[in-house]
């Protein structure tokens, strides 16, 4: 019996270490896909209304201020073959221009570091540290770029790739659709993005996709233009 559960406990914590590999960077692959599209449509002007490129400007001049951001929070991810929902906690930390720090907490230890132009990855289980330069792997450095987008607010870039419409304007909820001749479009239904009152940060994320499957990342206790610790950019992270 008790080797019976120590099994079950051991099967967990690998299935909970696979949802935090594959959670933590499930941003950056959607990036991708979107890098990949942004390339086929760059001469393309985005389709949008007066009335959401106001919007949209006054998003990304409020945002362009942003030098660093510290933020906590909640990734939920629902699965539409389990019923179940996986969730990942913990802290986001970024630094222009092109510092990211993505460290998880809960179900089990596992961070995420880009800097210097290398992705690190590391858990606590293996206690492993893996090093990727984004030099040599082309589509996630265009993943980082775009996602560099995303959390800076440069929406009208995005426009390009996204039909954008404002669902909400107090506080502001933006709804990003890929068009349907973007790569993006055969993975992704729609993108939600919804703003602080004060519009200065993101408050949530929210990605459907096609399969059914669905992401929520919530942001809380966010604090913009502080000093960022040093320790948060160690790899291995320090012990907590």
Known sequence: MANMRRERDESRRAFALRACRALSIITLCLAAFSASAGEASANTSGQIGPDVEAVLQRLQKTMSSLTSLESGFVQRKSLAILDQELVLKGNLFVKRPAQLAWHVKTPLRYSMIIKD????????????????????NPPMQKAVEQMKQWLSGEYLLLSREYEVSVIKSCPVVLKFVPRKSSVISKVIKSIEISFRPDEKYIQEIRIQEKCGDSTRLIFSDTRLNEKIDASVWEIPPRAP
Do not use: F, I
């Open 117 to 136: 132009n290398v992705l690190y990855q590391w858990d606590e289980d293996t206690k492993k540290t893996t090093k990727s330069p984004l030099s040599k």
